[in-house]
């Protein structure tokens, strides 16, 4: 199975992310897609780093090629897009106006990293 991890803090969950398939189609089976929380007020304890940077590191140890990671809210995400700039990711592209929440369309913007090899091999 794919990665599913949770942070405690004080024995209550502050976080977790999970690594799913990007796509049930097998041309993106080297594709995974990131999600992760931190509880509000529960930022800038290291608690993002850390669940990111061991979910990275265990989807390395498959045969997976490329992570994405989609942000909802897009630009005015500010947290979320920093942990991912920070483990590497980049913006690959933006959805305009595909959320719908608070009254407001939404944008969400998709940043992707590669995994071990990326694309400079082929898979096995």
Same mark, same amino acid.
């Given at each position: 199975? #794919? ?22 189609? @097998? ?5 995974? /897609?990131?999600?992760?929380?931190? /509880? ?22 498959? @045969?997976?090629?490329?992570? !994405? ?20 990711? $980049?913006?690959?592209?933006? !959805? ?12 969400? #913007? ?10 400079? $091999?082929? @898979? /096995?």
């Amino acid at each position: 199975g #794919l990665p599913w991890l949770v942070a405690l803090w004080r024995g209550a969950i502050v976080g977790y992310c999970y690594a799913t398939f990007y796509r049930p189609r @097998p041309a993106y089976r080297y594709t995974l /897609e990131e999600s992760i929380y931190v /509880e509000s007020g529960m930022g800038g304890r290291g608690i993002g780093s850390a669940l990111l940077s061991r979910l990275i590191a265990e989807c390395e140890k498959g @045969p997976w090629r490329q992570m !994405l990671a989609i942000i909802g809210d897009g630009h005015n995400n500010a947290g979320s897009l920093a942990i991912h700039k920070k483990f590497g990711f $980049t913006v690959a592209g933006q !959805l305009r106006s595909v959320g719908y929440k608070m009254g407001d369309w939404r944008d969400t #913007l998709i940043m992707q990293r590669a995994l071990g090899d990326g694309d400079w $091999t082929l @898979p /096995e």
